[in-house]
């Protein structure tokens, strides 16, 4: 059974900084390409990033670009989201994705950037 | 950017009916498109995936279909728990793109 569980989340002031993690199991995580999506209170969903499978390409949002950074270690099974000059438009909950087309999801891990 | 547009943003049907919704990419996406379901406080579950590909374990009442620029969503024989909200994706290309959402609500 395929397992995504993120961590990291909290409250932040703005320009503040967190790294998210996403620790997977149940599927052989270094052949597929993983994703963070998010969901602002009452909104829709927000893509943010994606990498490949062996981490050597990475996607981002306009949004987030230049401030985020997406990365793996496929010795832990865990993807992980350094996010660097949090903007009050940042808060919301941050979920994993198993590949582009959100194969499966973990539950999601909250972040509030707030002062 | 490829914007995806979904209609409408919010039906209103009753137990036992069929209800469809739309999904338009503003430019072809062949058939990489997949359908979201979100209940309140969960996460999205992948419903259809490749246009119309039934993700495992799903039931056959969700169908979805379509190619190019035009997609839908059907759910047929509605049930309480099919009461939620509905999302369209492009995974066609960078950036990934969603559809606005679609709340499907008891009549």
């Known amino acids: 059974e395929v397992q995504l569980l993120e961590s990291g989340g909290g409250l932040v002031q703005p320009g503040g900084s967190l790294r998210l993690s996403c620790a997977a199991s149940?599927?052989?995580?270094?052949?597929?390409?993983m994703s963070w999506v998010r969901q602002a209170p009452g909104k829709g969903l927000d893509w943010v990033s994606s990498i490949s499978g062996s981490g050597g390409s990475t996607y981002y949002a306009d949004s987030v670009k230049g401030r985020f950074t997406i990365s793996r270690d496929n010795s832990k099974n865990t993807v992980y989201l350094q996010m660097n000059s949090l903007r009050a438009e940042d808060t919301a909950l941050y979920y994993c994705a198993k590949t582009v087309a959100g194969e499966n999801w973990g539950q999601g891990t909250r972040v509030t950037v707030s002062s | 950017d490829i914007q995806m547009t979904q209609s409408p943003s919010s039906l209103s049907a009753s137990v036992g009916d069929r209800v469809t919704i739309t999904c338009r990419a503003s430019?072809?996406?062949?058939?990489?498109l997949v359908w979201f379901q979100q209940k309140p406080g969960k996460a999205p579950k992948s419903l259809i995936y490749a246009a119309s590909s039934l993700q495992s374990g799903v039931p056959s009442k969700f169908s979805g279909s379509g190619s190019g620029t035009d997609f839908t969503l059907t759910i047929s024989s509605l049930q309480p728990g099919d009461f939620a909200t509905y999302y369209c994706?492009?995974?066609?290309?960078?950036?990934?793109?969603f559809g606005q959402g679609t709340r499907l609500e008891i009549k």
């Open positions: 994706q492009q995974y066609k290309s960078y950036p990934i793109t």
């Open positions: 149940g599927f052989t995580f270094s052949s597929y390409a």
């Open positions: 430019q072809d996406i062949s058939n990489s």
